[in-house]
């Protein structure tokens, strides 16, 4: 329908077409450039594939737009131009592509002095990274032939399109072996270190954080390809350069060389994180059952790498980087905890979480938990920290079984530091027995928690210290809610786990009066607290109560009944059985009997004429007197009705509606009292309904309804008869 009676817009780049003189910026200028270009319009695409178009759309996003346009049109034809460069074209690719020249003026752009133009920059990636997975042996051939290509590239690091373009070689190139030729390309060329290398005290903090996140990068997609590689694929060489020792420790040697800076810490510690990320995809087991083994655990090179430097990482959290004092919600912070020890502190509990047992010796050596929940204590209000400092705490306390111990990986890291060490755990290892020095190692870890970190006594001292500040009208520490969750794994693994017995003796161990002070806390403050943060937000239980009239003063629990919790999550399930649905007709009867009362009291009853008129007999009716009578009583009801509003109260009808009401015979009609002006009152207790008949207009019925007030009694005056009715609400 829309194509058969030509409803279609008329595109005005055709006409610019037809002329012999019609420029690209023309062209540009049209709205609907774009999508004429998507739309394939064949006559577009050929003048816009003309080389001297393509030289142009190239030149305006490779070269900075002259200084004294408008900002808001000065970037608005590079813009135009790298959308028509990268909208996906078969015939612009191939001719971006398959022209080197071109292919030489994008390249161009690079040899640039920096900085470069953020924006020029991200049309630059766009382009070349689209020409990367569009044609991709065109490109990658262009490229190898630059010696200077990756250092031009890091040379421009500081520009995020750039770090863009480097992930765009590394994850879009296809099929699977021309991506394996440019990652061996990419490591010939050194990639890795010089990234490495970046990451210096002495560099710039953007090169340096951008660097950083290229590394994190590469790590997760190497990793993230590697799961889905089959087996008879080689391994990444960049993922192999990154995990290897050398690599590491050249890192945190950039790192704590010279003199140190947060930003080479954080962004250095954040590459460490990401290698020690351990991530157990679905299908692993599969792919172990087909003998394809690759660890996905920890690599033993890098803890090897990290473990001569904790000491190094020790001492920043004793003397970090110098800040100065900064104002919070809650006062000033005169010495802050700084981004490099929180740092320090993940990276921590990422070791933890490894269960590497020279890793737990060293750091038990060195006090590093101590010195944590030292921060813990001091920085209440830095939520951060306490994840942190919490995740340290279930690492220690929920120590892995032993067959989850003894992976590969971690074999092998034993392995290395006994070869390192001289030592003689390897030997063991050959009698079967690697599990003894282990368990050894994090019961010492747990024996230093309990008795040189003193972590119960610090979590009685910081209750009864924040008891205190409450009780004199302060407020709620910050850390409390972490502090409980430690102390609810304390009595967890108490219970039960692989340290219990170990942890009962510590508890045993402890002065008389701590650890009565200890099953104080937990048989009562924790308990409580327990119990006050399970109970439910939201009420969820009134339908089990009785449907009765007095459901809405019965509406609820009480305080203390409040959403208790349930020991049995089927008492919520069984207590349905109680509901009655029976209402007992009594049980209304006080209040009906009010309302009769109330009724006989103020309301006055028409009484029954023993007359009976025919309301259907035809009448003569003079209009005009039934008109007058209709404006007079109109103006008397709302007279009755401002009086009434304004507190007047009840007031004895007068005579003249008294003598009215006298001489109007009255009768009763389908049960209700009708006047013989054809007034009824229905007897409902929300509303008067008042109807007149006419003999003339059979049928005809006219409602008028008088809103009440809620709460009690509203009075109002029947016209007719000059009587107040009492409603009751």
């Known amino acids: 329908m829309f194509w058969k009676f030509d409803l279609q817009t008329t595109s005005h780049i055709d006409q610019l077409l037809d002329r012999d003189d019609v420029t690209l910026r023309e062209l540009m200028e049209e709205d609907d450039v774009l999508q004429e270009c998507k739309a394939q319009n064949r006559r577009l695409l050929l003048f816009l594939s003309q080389d001297h178009c393509m030289q142009e759309l190239v030149t305006l ?36 592509g398959g022209e080197e020249s071109l292919l030489e003026m994008l390249y161009h752009f690079l040899e640039q002095d920096p900085p470069l133009n953020p924006l020029l920059a991200s049309f630059f990636s766009k382009t070349i990274g689209n020409l990367i997975a569009r044609k991709t042996e065109q490109v990658i051939t262009f490229l190898k032939k630059k010696e200077g290509f990756i250092g031009l590239v890091l040379k421009h690091i500081d520009a995020s399109a750039m770090m863009d373009l480097l992930l765009r070689l590394i994850s879009c190139v296809e099929p699977a072996p021309l991506r394996q030729e440019v990652l061996l390309w990419l490591n010939e060329e050194r990639l890795v270190q010089r990234l490495t290398e970046l990451i210096h005290t002495g560099k710039d903090e953007e090169r340096q954080s951008n660097a950083s996140q290229t590394l994190c990068d590469i790590i997760r997609l190497s990793r993230d390809q590697a799961n889905q590689m089959q087996e008879n694929m080689e391994a990444d ?70 473990e001569p430097h904790l000491k190094d990482f020790q001492q920043l959290l004793l003397d970090p980087p110098k800040k100065s004092a900064i104002l919070t919600t809650v006062g000033v912070l005169e010495q802050p905890l700084g981004n ?58 929920n120590h892995p079984s032993s067959e989850e111990q003894h992976s590969p990986s971690f074999q092998n890291h034993e392995r290395n530091a006994a070869a390192a060490n001289s ?82 003796e510590l508890i045993k161990e ?99 004429a023993d007359e009976e008129e025919d309301i259907w007999e035809e009448k003569e009716i003079n209009y005009a007197t039934q008109a007058k009578s209709r404006t007079r009583a109109q103006r008397e009801a709302r007279g009755a009705a401002w009086k009434t509003e304004a507190g007047t109260g009840i ?69 007719d008869g000059g009587k107040w009715l009492g409603l009751l609400h």
């Open 61 to 96: 996003i490779t070269t900075e737009p002259p200084a004294d346009l408008e900002e808001k049109s000065r970037f608005k034809f590079p813009n135009i131009a790298c959308e028509l460069l990268t909208s996906d074209v078969s015939i612009i690719n191939d001719k971006l």
């Open 237 to 306: 060489p960049l993922l192999a350069v990154l995990e290897s020792q050398e690599s590491v420790a050249g890192l945190l040697k950039n790192m704590f060389e010279g003199e140190r800076s947060e930003a080479s810490i954080v962004n250095g510690t954040q590459v460490l994180l990401t290698l020690l990320e351990t991530r157990r995809l679905e299908g692993l087991m599969d792919l172990y059952s087909q003998g394809y083994e690759r660890s996905y655990t920890v690599n033993s090179s890098i803890l090897n790498a990290i």
């Open 340 to 397: 490099a020890r929180l740092h320090v502190a993940r990276l921590v509990a990422a070791l933890l979480q490894t269960s590497a047992p020279s890793i737990c010796q060293e750091l038990c050596n060195l006090a590093t938990m101590d010195l944590l929940l030292d921060l813990f204590f001091k920085y209440t209000w830095n939520n951060f920290l306490h994840f942190q400092v919490e995740l340290c705490v279930a690492s220690i306390l």
């Open 423 to 504: 030592e003689g755990p390897g030997e063991g290892e050959e009698s079967g027995g690697p599990s003894d020095p282990q368990a050894s190692i994090h019961n010492s870890l747990v024996a230093h928690l309990f008795q040189k970190c003193r972590l119960v006594q610090r979590i009685l001292d910081a209750w009864e210290e924040n008891d205190k500040i409450q009780s004199e009208g302060g407020t709620r520490r910050g850390n409390m809610g972490h502090l409980t969750r430690i102390a609810n794994m304390v009595v967890q693994n108490l219970e039960k786990g692989s340290v219990q017995a170990q942890i009962s």
């Open 510 to 608: 402890l002065p008389e009066d701590c650890r009565g002070r200890w099953e104080s806390f937990v048989d009562e403050t924790l308990r409580e607290t327990n119990r006050r943060n399970t109970v439910e937000l939201t009420f969820s239980d009134y339908q089990i109560q009785q449907m009765t009239a007095n459901f809405v003063d019965q509406f609820g629990f009480n305080d203390e009944e409040f959403s208790e919790h349930e020991e049995n999550i089927n008492a919520t399930f069984d207590r349905i059985a109680e509901i009655n649905f029976n209402l007992d007709a009594d049980d209304n009867s006080a209040n009906a009997a009010a309302f009769e009362a109330c009724c006989k009291e103020r309301i006055q009853q028409f009484d029954d």
């Open 651 to 719: 007031r004895a009808p007068s005579r003249r509606r008294r003598r009215n009401r006298s001489r109007t015979p009255q009768r009763r009609v389908g049960g209700a009292n009708v006047t013989g002006r054809g007034r009824r009152n229905t007897g409902n207790t929300g509303c008067v309904c008042r109807s007149r008949l006419d003999s003339r207009f059979q049928g005809f019925w006219r409602f008028s309804i008088i809103s009440s007030r809620m709460g009690g009694l509203s009075r109002r005056r029947s016209k």
